[in-house]
């Protein structure tokens, strides 16, 4: 295995993004952290410039701050990711949670044409968006019917399997960019042009691939997205959500999830909603001004970064993994749940074993001096390994996968138990 | 007017509750700050919590923080608002914004009862609620309607006049428990005893009472509330709102907008959703968490002063105001928008005038040596006092009038323009 750790150390001096780890300051020396697909690690300018606002925004400026930066943070903060998601600057805005803004956009779809019926999904999307349609769909009678798409293999999903599904009666494709599990990464493209031959619109979910490869929503032509801030965009713990619109579109979308921070006049005070020019409109109640402000210093480092070489760095770590994996995870009974192919698959990697949960529990626990390794897990077998590269070095994935072969050659992790809770 | 500062003075010297003050730092030395009834003021003990537990919680613990306190954070601080409004422990939950979860119970009352398709509530309830209303009846088919009460004088709408409204075919019945502009205090125990007279439930928007007088939901029967945690609880701007739903009625509720943070078993990734047992299933997306943390040193402040003196506090503080507004500004042309008896007024004061929208403007700038008054403007003609008993002084309200009056007198309001934004 010694071959690897050289190889890590040399692939690391050549990284031209090496310097962005500094960003995070010592705890990624503390903490072999695989885990930025699920929770970013907090950036040292984060941690002081929300000091710092707190103190002077909330505490002096108190209610009128709101007129000094506050109300426009929503849509400030969409115009920054526009560019990394090929979005134009007035077509994104943060706010709420990622499901919320998905039921906003359903509900929007849904009232749209009332003679479509069908939403057609697939079983590698993140679960919250098949609880979001139900939900609403439950409520609105007029037999619509939600279709969803089966993987062949549980982890890819080509586009032409959409085809058929999708009818002259569908209103919506909705897919993860991304799969939470498998890593699979969909053709956005092919889908938006099978789609859009049959009068559907196209929702894209890039909670699992927004910061950490180029997206380019407008040349793709995408008509609808969300995703989430907390994962590669190293926003904080629940930090807001965003919604993307096609400016198209904007207009022929009624509003259902209407609220006050969303109607042209917010201090109006009318009875009746009209709502804001552009995607203000999107808005429903008072956003969350400290977690919205945490996100800011992460776009910085991205922007500062650039998507392409961080996609090719994150192919390059994960091809890396791949290698180790084979070499030495394969014998040891781990079988690969993502795709092979890296134009096929976002930033992490699933590895299977029958005993991934323990396996998992173990790598957390510093052990002599190796220090704890930050995986997640994902029912039923799934070890997930995320290759966010804007601060993982190669070296920490030897690190990384020389620790899983000796808990599984020494039997560590039948020290652990199968209870607990499976949050990580 | 001399004799009322001399009169403040001493009733500041007698305020039990004088010490609090203190737990806001200078800064009320520096404002006088009447606007706590739309953001509260930031303890300092949240600034210093708030940075610690970035760094620790965030910084350090990264993902692993959500199984040591983040994923218990929605119902532990419900738990600790519930003595606040007269709620069981297991009765309330910190999630997403006050029209957001206003619209996940009003989805669920649409869908419990189909027949009953009347939802009533009245003018000086807060417009988000109204449009929320509209948006979701709009989706729901069915015939429904709102009914809108209007209160008679703009001010008041005494419990007796929802009678005739409310009737077998109401579903709902939803009012501000103190009406945002007038500052009128409905009586929710009478509007309850109406309501469940015709089998109706009862939805309370607590947003501008809680945190400044007792409320007892459980005593008045009142069925589900929601309200907010950034006006008299200082939980910080848009800092995610509470929802109450009453015990007996939780497996009656039909859950609409359903996500995964929300359901049985987040982490087993089923295709279909299955409640969270008791008010976590009131979650949909991951709450933000900075946002969420920043709540709790508020309510401690609010538990360790209590209600029932804080809302004594509040009643001298305002009837103190309402003397020198007869002394003072009536003769300046000021009228009351208010209640004028303190039991059907909560804890803010409206004063019409036909240039408050200037004199609101004047009041914020600081002037030789006296400190900016910040009210807040609402329209067409209020100006709004908050009389927030945690750290106001009965000598800020005295300095208030005095530089409402110096202003009035001297016209300086002249020279501030008609125009500009009005979010204050």
């Not at 000094?68 to 090929?86: E, M, T, Y």
């Not at 044409?113 to 769909?137: E, Q």
């Not at 031959?197 to 490869?213: I, M, Q």
């Amino acid at each position: 295995m010694q071959e690897y750790g050289t190889k890590a150390r040399e692939m690391d001096e050549q990284d031209a993004l090496a310097g962005f780890r500094k960003a995070f300051g010592t705890v990624l020396d503390e903490v072999i952290y695989l885990d930025g697909n699920s929770l970013g690690p907090l950036p040292r300018k984060t941690l002081l410039m929300l000091d710092h606002k707190v103190r002077e925004e909330w505490g002096q400026g108190m209610i009128r701050s709101w007129n000094k930066g506050w109300f426009d943070l929503p849509l400030r903060l969409g115009r920054k990711l526009a560019p990394l998601i090929g979005a134009g600057e007035d077509e994104v805005i943060f706010c709420d949670s990622v499901t919320v803004n998905f039921m906003k956009l359903v509900a929007a779809v849904i009232q749209r044409d009332p003679h479509r019926t069908r939403i057609v999904t697939d079983d590698l999307n993140f679960p919250s968006n098949f609880y979001a349609l139900d939900g609403l769909l439950k409520g609105s009678g007029n037999g619509r019917e939600v279709l969803y798409l089966e993987s062949p293999d549980g982890i890819e999903l080509p586009a032409d399997l959409f085809r058929d599904a999708i009818t002259q009666d569908t209103a919506l494709v909705t897919v993860s960019h991304v799969a939470f599990k498998s890593g699979y990464l969909h053709d956005l493209e092919a889908i938006c042009e099978i789609a859009h031959s049959k009068g559907a619109l196209v929702l894209a979910d890039l909670s699992h691939s927004v910061g950490a490869l180029p997206i380019h929503l407008n040349e793709w032509g995408v008509d609808l997205a969300v995703g989430c801030s907390y994962k590669y965009l190293n926003g904080g713990p629940g930090a807001p959500a965003f919604v993307f619109v096609r400016k198209e579109l904007l207009e022929e979308l009624p509003q259902v999830l209407t609220g006050w921070m969303g109607c042209a006049d917010p201090f109006g005070f009318s009875r009746t909603y009209s709502p804001a020019a552009g995607m203000r409109r999107f808005l429903v109640g008072t956003p969350p001004i400290l977690s919205l402000q945490a996100i800011e210093p992460g776009l910085d480092l991205l922007l500062e970064a650039g998507l392409e070489p961080l996609r090719r760095k994150a192919v390059q770590l994960s091809e890396f993994l791949l290698e180790m994996y084979e070499d030495w995870l394969q014998p040891l009974g781990f079988t690969l749940g993502s795709p092979l192919s890296p134009e096929r698959r976002g930033s992490h990697l699933s590895f299977r074993h029958p005993e991934a949960y323990r396996i998992n529990k173990a790598m957390i626990e510093p052990r002599n001096g190796v220090p704890p390794v930050v995986p997640d897990f994902r029912k039923p077998d799934n070890l997930r390994l995320g290759m966010a590269p804007l601060y993982l070095r190669f070296h920490d994935i030897y690190r990384a996968v020389q620790r899983v072969v000796a808990i599984v050659e020494s039997r560590e992790f039948e020290y652990f138990s199968h209870d607990g809770p499976t949050v990580t």
